[in-house]
């Protein structure tokens, strides 16, 4: 069985060891050594210097003996900012900063769970399924961590991410993708008081191709926004450039495509009309998953919490995260909640009481076959 009072000690520390992104390094070395000494075969990575952060992805995997498929368990070590010197204050049974950092329970309180999980079952000499660890860098702001993992090293096919918002118990098993596009509409400057009839303003052949595009909500699992449109020019200059960034989300996988270039075609369609030219690019921040709610990992899973004396909940989530990557990668992966709150800002909190059912809900997945 887990230890409490370890439970609650380790993730006191594991916050107060700075790890914002592209600054992992520290934490990840204690990783590495806390998976070697928990007797898992452990693997670093270059991801790294690939996208200029100091630190790197982490592997473990551990041996079983139990049947059953391997199953990977995830968390990322990069916390948003201001995620440096984070004093965590415990009270009531709620974990919290002292006001001035984040907490960093996003997505320490996964890693806690994960790490208690192997300690109980270590010092117990419990026997449990094969089962792998992946500890990413940079998931947040673009999941850059996730997208530079070498795959070919994780054998399982099925994981959970620990990592959400929401109460242990709660299941994420299907989240958009989402498309990013960067256009820029070049026209031809021209003065506007001598000589208007020689430009193609840039503004207007992009206001021509906005509005007639279908934007907001798309259907029920599409969206699409335009966040940005620029040109700043004086006013006796029929301006030549304007630029427009715009995001497309979607559960499904061709929906997603189809608006993105209906929004290009769009924008296209006004060029060619008024003689200017598009110069457009889009950039795939993630891609969608959809996991079967009766399929064998969510069914598993289910079982587990329902065995805690919790009551699955099983919801479509709303944004990206590594579980998204790992799903286009071959892997069937969920989401979990871990019981973090408001994260993303200095009013972050956790209840003690979810760290421990994290580790719990960990440890059985483990060793449940
Ligand atoms: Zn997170």
């Known amino acids: ?38 007797g898992g075969v452990v693997t670093t990575d270059e991801a790294g210097k690939a996208i200029g952060s100091n630190g790197y992805n982490v592997y473990a995997s551990f041996e ?6 391997s199953m990977l368990f995830s968390c990322h070590m990069d916390t948003v900012k201001p995620g440096n010197g984070i004093k965590p204050v415990v009270a009531d049974g709620v974990v919290r900063s002292e006001g001035d950092t984040i907490l960093a329970s996003d997505d320490k309180s996964g890693i806690t769970g994960i790490l208690e999980a192997i300690k109980a079952i270590k010092e117990n000499g419990v026997a449990h399924r094969s089962f792998e660890v992946i500890f990413t860098i940079a998931e947040e702001g673009g999941l850059r961590g996730a997208k530079n993992l070498d795959y070919s090293r994780i054998k399982s096919k099925k994981a959970v991410a620990l990592d959400s918002s929401g109460n242990v118990g709660k299941i994420i098993n299907q989240a958009p993708g989402q498309n990013k596009i960067y256009a820029t509409v070049v026209g031809k400057t021209a003065h506007a008081g001598l ?34 449109i620029e040109a700043k020019n004086a006013t006796n200059i029929v301006p030549g450039t304007c630029d427009i960034i715009a ?29 200017a030219t598009l110069d457009c690019k889009v950039d795939t921040a993630y891609i969608s998953y959809n996991v079967n709610t009766e399929g064998e990992l969510v069914k598993y899973i289910c079982e587990n919490i329902k065995d805690m004396g919790l009551e699955p909940n099983i919801v479509p989530g709303g944004g990206g995260s590594d579980a998204n990557i790992m799903n286009r990668n071959g892997i069937e992966a969920v989401v979990l909640g871990t019981g973090m709150s408001k994260v993303h800002t200095t009013n972050e909190f956790i209840e003690v009481k979810q760290l421990e059912n994290t580790a719990e809900l960990c440890y059985r997945l483990m060793t449940k076959a």
């Open 195 to 228: 000589a208007p009839e020689e430009g193609i303003s840039a503004i207007q052949v992009a206001a021509h191709g906005i509005a007639k595009m279908n934007l907001l909500r798309i259907d029920a699992e599409t969206t699409c926004n335009i966040g940005t």
């Open 64 to 69: 079983g003996t139990i049947p059953g498929d």
């Open 247 to 275: 995001e497309v989300r979607s559960r499904d996988y061709d929906k997603l495509q189809a608006q993105t270039k209906h929004i290009v075609d769009s924008l296209q369609a006004a060029c060619d009309e008024f003689g």
């Open 1 to 38: 069985m887990i230890n409490k009072q370890r439970v609650l000690d380790t993730f006191l520390e594991l916050v107060q060891i700075d790890s914002e992104t592209l600054n992992e390094k520290n934490f990840a070395d204690r990783m590495v050594k806390e998976l070697e000494a928990l």
